[in-house]
């Protein structure tokens, strides 16, 4: 049981290139998100999924899209890198998303990506 | 909007020493506050999830506290140990889901052995 996993876990980019980062979990869970991290900053939703084939906007989506063709991967793409998107990359799934319950999120390790 | 904040935002402390981190919030209409745990290079860890009903909750050596009338809530670590040094989050939850956490920037603790 992987629980969260995130590839790749560093990448540096040049200014106006696009990259793919990809989120699974084998947990089955319905719930997934994107978050960054940046220094001095809480981290801060960019989008989330609440089930296979469907996506929303947090609360930093520009610059980004995302993908959940299926239900144990959630993809996030830059399609034109720029020096703001350096930052830390969180992906986390939940089995719910009341929070009226006692489930949390599991989170990934991270992708740290550097545009220069 | 809510806004979470963690003071102080470093902390070190020598091995054995109880000690407490302090999170704060705006908004007091939450639903749970949990505080998650960060190790350098990995994810976030859930340490412990309090919901608004509730007062404290207690996992081992820690116990979490919420005022929700002050918008207050502590993370009493008990005994610490050198591998306890890591970077604690405190994290509010507004009504809507998980859409509408709120994390604070973190306390990073050392424990010197």
């Known amino acids: 049981n992987a629980g969260v996993t995130q590839t790749p876990k560093f990448r540096v980019l040049k200014t106006g290139q696009s990259m793919t980062l990809l989120c699974a979990q084998d947990m089955n869970h319905e719930y997934m998100y994107w978050y960054r991290q940046d220094p001095g900053m809480g981290l801060r939703l960019i989008h989330y999924?609440?089930?296979?084939?469907?996506?929303a906007k947090g609360e930093v989506p520009d610059g980004y899209n995302v993908s959940r063709l299926k239900k144990q991967n959630f993809l996030l793409g830059l399609e034109s890198a720029a020096p703001s998107q350096t930052s830390v990359y969180f992906c986390?799934?939940?089995?719910?998303?009341?929070?009226?319950?006692?489930?949390?999120?599991?989170f990934g390790p991270g992708t740290r990506l550097t545009v220069l | 909007k809510q806004e979470v904040t963690q003071i102080p935002a470093a902390l070190s402390v020598p091995e054995g020493e109880n000690l407490v981190l302090n999170c704060s919030f705006t908004d007091s209409a939450i639903y749970n506050l949990q505080w998650f745990r960060q190790d350098p290079g990995k994810g976030l860890t859930s340490l412990l999830l309090i919901q608004s009903s509730q007062r404290e909750q207690t996992s081992g050596r820690l116990n979490a506290s919420l005022d929700k009338s002050s918008g207050r809530s502590t993370l009493y670590i008990a005994a610490s140990q050198p591998g306890d040094s890591a970077t604690y989050l405190c994290?509010?939850?507004?009504?809507?889901?998980?859409?509408?956490?709120?994390f604070g920037t973190g306390t990073k603790l050392q424990v010197i052995p």
């Open positions: 994290a509010v939850g507004n009504s809507g889901g998980y859409q509408k956490v709120t």
């Open positions: 999924s609440v089930g296979e084939g469907t996506t």
């Open positions: 986390a799934s939940s089995t719910s998303q009341s929070l009226s319950r006692t489930d949390t999120q599991y």
